[in-house]
């Protein structure tokens, strides 16, 4: 798909090819995308994540670890309580498994979840949170998360938008957006973008 500045955008046939070339140049990668296409074309389900550590602030280019819906699973929490498991089948960047727990006793639905704990262990009016990498899990990860988008249907999910940001034991951060069949936007630079930052 090419872009022509005098042509009206008509529905995506197909799925579109995107790309930008940077030399010496501070423009963030994604800039020109979105000023041209805005949510034009975005893919409905995405998992981006960004690297990060807690202590300078420093963030790694953030890396679509997958756009491809058929590599999504979303399940019961593996422990029980409100809320569900996400596997994601990054192809050669490994299979992630992510578990976002409301507070026990409490329903799971659109808001800010802060000061979550690792699941299952969480304490009871804390949301939990749990995140297995392919190298293993996150150590004792801690954070927040956004439910920016949830809709079920007959108990299946039809629509899932998070946006999350956790750290481990030693100080490793990882900020990221999932997005499952949502036109919820996502900043590329700045997956976590609540306002309770």
Do not use: H
Not at 4 to 23: D, H, I, Q, W
Not at 36 to 41: A, K, N, R, S, V
């Amino acid at each position: 798909m090419l872009y022509n500045p005098n042509s009206e955008l008509t529905p995506c046939m197909a799925k579109p090819l995107f790309g930008s070339v940077r030399y010496n140049s501070s423009i963030p990668a994604e800039a020109r995308f979105t000023q041209i296409f805005g949510d034009f074309c975005m893919p409905e389900s995405v998992f981006y994540l960004v690297k990060c550590n807690s202590g300078t602030n420093e963030k790694s280019t953030p890396t679509l670890l997958t756009d491809d819906e058929a590599n999504f699973d979303i399940r019961p929490l593996p422990y029980g309580g409100e809320g569900f498991e996400l596997v994601v089948d990054a192809g050669e960047q490994g299979l992630w498994i992510l578990d976002f727990a409301a507070p026990l006793q409490a329903y799971f639905e659109e808001g800010v979840y802060a000061n979550a704990e690792r699941y299952p262990f969480n304490c009871l009016n804390v949301p939990g949170v749990e995140l297995i990498t392919p190298e293993g899990g996150f150590l004792q990860p801690k954070g927040e998360f956004e439910v920016l988008e949830f809709a079920t249907k007959s108990d299946k999910v039809e629509r899932l938008s998070i946006n999350f940001k956790l750290k481990n034991s030693n100080g490793e951060c990882l900020e990221g957006a999932f997005r499952y069949k949502s036109k919820v936007p996502f900043d590329l630079e700045n997956p976590y973008t609540s306002d309770e930052e």
